[in-house]
């Protein structure tokens, strides 16, 4: 009788191990496919904009010199313009969905709306309103706690911003860097 009640209380354990290791998971899939997916959205936004478009920054003040601390940068990745994006770039998780790896079982987001108002395959997509709002939220609080690094890394940088960002520099995708590059 004890070892029937120390075997069940010992797999009740292990179910609960279990399913909080999954909710960790998924946890993490969702904060990662945000990263991913809140990437795509600015590199889209900046994209939008005119490349010849300049602004200029810096300092009015004249130095002691006579000279004045001035450049020009491009408007699209000028902080001013990447604060703008970064305001709506959230909203845009709603034309998100699911999709779950069947060799995996991890999840990853894809767009399941297009831009240009094409027709999409959304064969491979789970269309929930729970994960809408899942990556939403997700988005919102990394653009919050990370809103310097977004700013500095789409001023500067150009290429695999995914990986850089969601991988190696705030660490929300621990596969990342296992995927394509162009997948969420």
């Known amino acids: 009788m004890r070892e029937a009640a120390i075997l069940l209380a010992s797999s009740v354990f292990l179910c609960l191990l279990l399913g909080l290791s999954q ?3 998924q946890g993490q899939d969702i904060r990662c496919g945000a990263c991913r997916a809140l990437v795509d959205e600015m590199e889209w936004a900046i994209s939008q904009v005119d490349p ?3 602004i200029q920054t810096g ?6 010199d006579g000279s004045q601390s001035i450049r020009e940068v491009p408007l699209a990745r000028s902080e001013g313009n990447l604060l703008e994006l970064m305001e709506n770039v959230c909203e845009r ?3 998100y969905g699911e999709h779950t790896d069947s060799s995996t079982n991890r999840k990853s987001y894809i767009r399941i709306k297009s831009r240009s108002g094409e027709p999409m395959d959304l064969s491979e997509a789970s269309l929930d309103s729970r994960v809408s709002s899942s990556l939403k939220f ?7 706690q990370n809103e310097d690094e977004i700013i500095e890394f789409f ?7 995914k990986d850089k960002l969601c991988s190696k520099r705030t660490d929300l995708c ?7 590059h162009d997948e969420l």
């Open 59 to 64: 300092s009015f003040r004249i130095n002691p």
């Open 138 to 144: 997700a988005c919102e609080t990394i653009a919050e």
């Open 174 to 180: 621990d596969h990342a860097l296992k995927m394509a």
């Open 155 to 161: 001023a500067h940088e150009t290429e695999n911003v």
């Open 52 to 54: 010849k478009k300049m």
């Open 93 to 95: 998780m709603e034309d």
């Open 23 to 25: 909710a960790a998971r």
